[in-house]
């Protein structure tokens, strides 16, 4: 399972998530952290075990509570004398920074608008056009097959959470308004409302043998093949646009070009990322996450790789080819050809 914010989660979360989903005691479990890619690259390393013949299925995906995320501070050896005690933000320091330039992953997004020439006014459309796919999606209940309602428990009785939160609590018509959020000398083009939010959120896949799909997919709603992935890095301030590095090796991979993929899912850290990335692959945009995406559906930063899948794989039909692609702090990439099937 992907992890990024792992601050106070306790020991091994991956294992914290398969004894309390119920597995049994001796299903080992491994937590990844790829940063955003985690969730993805969790289903890699899943298939990649089930092709060595060390397992026959696995479980995989990711999670992430942003929303508890500690501050940090000095341990009491590194405090300084006299007071003065700096506390530093988990969820900024080890989720949203870049480490080597020391800024902010926004300040990389603005960068790649700059190059790719990305206008504010681009970024914003696309802002808007994600929440309103989204909320065009969760209208037509496009996503009533792949939501676990999770029941939270609470003094005034369960609550059960069967809906994302971020996609109503937009005003559409203020996004064109919103000052810049990481760059103010008047040229900055990323805010809030172009950017992914923060959330906390999970998401999983069962993956087996081609023995285990003839055994037990005959019954499972979304029945797919992975056809290939593939990584690809780039200079850590460019990480928006990985994905174009890594969708064409995932492509030639799969043996199929770009023609052949009926929806692309990239995750919308920020508008600028899918931008700058279907304008350097030439992509139809209406392929391009047809139900929203982060912007709108949320960013839980270890989960949202394999959200993409998830949601890819339900939009497919049999036959289909399906493409989903995140960047990753630190610039990076992991990408992912699937095809929909009817069986084994």
């Given at each position: 399972?992907g ?8 020991q ?8 309390f ?5 001796t299903?080992?479990?491994?937590t990844?952290?790829k940063?955003c890619?985690?969730g ?21 995906g ?8 500690p ?9 300084p ?13 080890d ?10 992953m ?20 696309y802002?808007?056009?994600?929440y309103e ?50 760059i103010?000398?008047g ?8 950017s ?11 993956l087996?043998s ?12 979304v029945l ?9 890095a ?9 994905p174009?590095?890594?969708v ?6 799969a043996?199929?070009t ?24 030439g ?5 391009v ?5 982060a912007?709108?559906?949320?960013h ?17 039909k ?25 069986h084994?």
């Open positions: 399972m992890n990024v914010l792992q601050g106070s989660v306790g091994a979360p991956a294992r914290q998530a398969t004894i989903a119920g597995l049994p005691t299903v080992e479990a491994v990844i952290n940063v890619a985690s993805l690259k969790a289903v890699v390393f899943a298939a990649q075990n089930i092709q060595l013949g060390l397992s026959e299925a696995q479980v995989a990711g999670m992430e509570n942003m929303s508890q995320v501050y940090y501070v000095p341990r009491a050896s590194n405090l004398p006299f007071g003065h005690v700096q506390m530093e933000d988990g969820l900024i320091k989720g949203l920074t870049d480490v080597y330039d020391q800024f902010h926004g300040i990389c997004a603005e960068t790649t608008a700059k190059k790719h020439e990305i206008s504010r006014e681009a970024q914003d459309q802002a808007i056009q994600s796919r989204a909320q065009a999606a969760w209208k037509a209940k496009a996503f009533a097959d792949e939501i676990a309602p999770v029941t939270v428990k609470g003094r005034k009785g369960d609550t059960v959470i069967d809906t994302d939160e971020g996609y109503l609590d937009v005003k559409l018509e203020k996004v064109p308004t919103l000052k810049p959020a990481f103010r000398d040229t900055g083009t990323v805010t809030a409302a172009n992914s939010t923060l959330n906390d959120g999970a998401s999983a896949l069962v087996g081609k023995a285990i799909a003839q055994e037990f997919g005959a019954g499972s709603r797919a093949r992975i056809c290939s992935s593939a990584d690809a780039v200079d850590p301030v460019d990480f928006p646009v990985a174009a590095k890594a064409p090796i995932a492509l030639e991979r043996g199929i770009k023609d052949q993929v009926a929806v692309w899912e990239f995750n919308e850290a920020f508008a600028a990322v899918v931008k700058a990335n279907g304008k350097i692959l992509l139809d945009d209406a392929k996450n047809p139900l929203g995406g912007i709108s559906l949320g839980a930063l270890g989960s949202s790789g394999s959200r993409i899948l998830t949601t890819l794989l339900h939009q497919l049999p036959g289909e080819y399906g493409v989903a692609a995140i960047c990753n702090g630190g610039g990076a990439a992991t990408a992912m050809v699937v095809q929909r099937i009817e084994v």
